[in-house]
């Protein structure tokens, strides 16, 4: 539908296209996209998230960190052998989260950007 169409559709029209058009991104490959670009998130960080997002990032991070601390404070539970490792693990992964959730925007790059 080209622009001239668009601008004479009937408002109930133009809800239905963008209704469609949000829901577009749960089919399989753009469920795909959605998953690749949250996996980019969470382990390689951005500059150009929400605040939301970096909240949820945070929360995500605590979480790790109480799993963690929770496996290497655990002296009576199991192997120390079997629960360092992990619990250390959870903690590395937990610092990850947590820097790349404090990270500040960049406003040079948003400029540079366009509209990335």
């Given at each position: 539908m080209?622009?001239?169409?668009?601008?004479?559709?009937h408002?109930?029209e133009?809800?239905?296209?963008?209704?469609?058009r949000?829901?577009?991104?749960?089919?399989y490959?753009?469920?795909?996209?959605?998953?690749?670009?949250?996996?980019a998130?969470?382990?390689?960080?951005?500059r150009?998230?929400?605040?939301?997002?970096?909240?949820?990032?945070?929360?995500l991070?605590?979480?790790?960190?109480?799993?963690?601390?929770?496996?290497?404070g655990?002296?009576?539970?199991?192997?120390?052998?079997?629960?360092?490792?992990?619990?250390?693990?959870?903690?590395?992964?937990s610092?990850?989260?947590?820097?790349?959730?404090?990270?500040?925007?960049d406003?040079?790059?948003?400029?540079?950007g366009g509209?990335?």
């Open positions: 080209n622009a001239n169409q668009h601008k004479h559709q408002p109930i133009k809800l239905a296209d963008e209704v469609k949000k829901q577009s991104n749960v089919t490959p753009d469920v795909l996209l959605n998953a690749r670009n949250v996996d998130l969470l382990w390689k960080g951005s150009h998230i929400t605040r939301i997002q970096r909240a949820g990032v945070l929360l991070s605590l979480a790790f960190l109480l799993v963690g601390i929770l496996f290497v655990n002296v009576t539970f199991g192997s120390p052998w079997l629960r360092l490792p992990f619990g250390l693990a959870a903690i590395g992964i610092c990850k989260l947590f820097w790349n959730s404090i990270r500040k925007n406003p040079s790059k948003h400029l540079a509209n990335q």
